[in-house]
């Protein structure tokens, strides 16, 4: 029987299926904040958070996404608590789910290139990739969004051969 005193490791957005590793022991170094009044771009601070993840040698998935949520300011803090319960799996999803809601309007020729740029990446599962492809198509408007083969293309051509 789970210790209540723990209860609330149980619950919340995230929804990590693997081991938990210890967090970087600089971790409480970090000084970037994600604020919506702040003039930086989501996708900036994606990129500022990856960097310092490398920088601190945080090479796991686990890590990065407990983490994501520390670096969050204002507004963004309640965006996460406001997240529907254990629907981060993994980093990727977390940043689809991050990037759909703070993220800047893209044309649909941008959408089409970072559809064209999708892979499965290493060992991810086929699931945790369709959410990422998923994330991208539904930032189509309905007048803009492609033919269903070209979308049927995109998506084949992003799996492994040894899935296709």
Not at 24 to 43: G, H
Not at 64 to 79: E, M, N, T
Not at 127 to 154: A, E, G, L, M, W
């Amino acid at each position: 029987m789970a210790d209540p005193n723990l209860e609330w490791m149980t619950q919340g957005t995230l929804a990590l299926l693997t081991i938990l590793h210890k967090m970087p022991k600089q971790v409480e170094r970090m000084n970037i904040k994600f604020n919506l009044d702040s003039i930086m771009k989501a996708e900036d601070h994606l990129d500022n958070f990856y960097l310092e993840l490398q920088t601190l040698e945080a090479q796991y998935d686990d890590v990065a996404c407990r983490f994501f949520p520390c670096i969050l300011d204002g507004h963004a803090v309640a965006w996460y608590h406001n997240l529907p319960s254990k629907s981060i799996q993994n980093c990727g999803a977390f940043k689809c789910m991050f990037l759909e809601n703070f993220a800047g309007d893209k044309t649909p020729t941008m959408l089409l290139k970072e559809l064209g740029s999708l892979k499965v990446e290493g060992k991810e599962k086929v699931k945790y990739f369709n959410q990422r492809f998923t994330c991208i198509f539904n930032k189509f408007v309905v007048d803009t969004k492609p033919h269903d083969s070209i979308i049927v293309d995109y998506y084949t051509s992003a799996l492994p051969t040894s899935i296709t």
